[in-house]
């Protein structure tokens, strides 16, 4: 399966988000006003890129603006999963604001790697094997 190396780091980061998402508190956040959803922009701006190229490596002759729409919408959707999910732990609770904060933090996360992706691979051929 070609995605599958692509697959792993994705899944290894949302296994790492959400034992993050289940202590009470994973680290001292500094004293510096919206750093938490600084925190959720970055985050959710890698895993948009993570999903942006297990999509891709899956569906290679798919439209940029279609993967790029699945990238945002499956890490918005798992956003929210950890948003419902802080709800019911001790000690945290479920933001609309740090969902928000996920959902724009992938949608720019996705944009600027496709974007990058294409200026640095624009001039390369991908000999793919047939599915």
Not at 42 to 47: A, E, P
């Given at each position: 399966m070609r995605m599958l190396p692509d697959l792993v780091p994705l899944i290894l980061y949302c296994v790492f988000i959400f034992m993050q998402s289940r202590l009470p508190a994973p680290f001292e956040i500094p004293d510096v006003s919206h750093f938490d959803k600084l925190l959720h922009f970055?985050?959710?701006?890698?895993?948009g890129i993570l999903f942006y190229r297990t999509y891709l490596a899956g569906w290679p002759q798919a439209i940029k603006r279609t993967l790029i729409w699945a990238s945002v919408i499956s890490t918005a959707l798992y956003?929210?999963?950890?948003?419902?999910?802080?709800?019911?732990?001790?000690?945290?609770?479920?933001?609309?604001?740090?969902?928000?904060?996920?959902?724009v933090g992938a949608a720019v996360g996705t944009v600027i790697y496709q974007r990058l992706f294409d200026a640095t691979h624009k001039n390369r051929t991908f000999d793919r094997p047939p599915l």
């Open positions: 970055v985050g959710y701006g890698v895993m956003g929210l999963s950890d948003e419902i999910h802080q709800y019911f732990v001790p000690e945290r609770s479920a933001d609309l604001l740090d969902w928000l904060a996920d959902t």
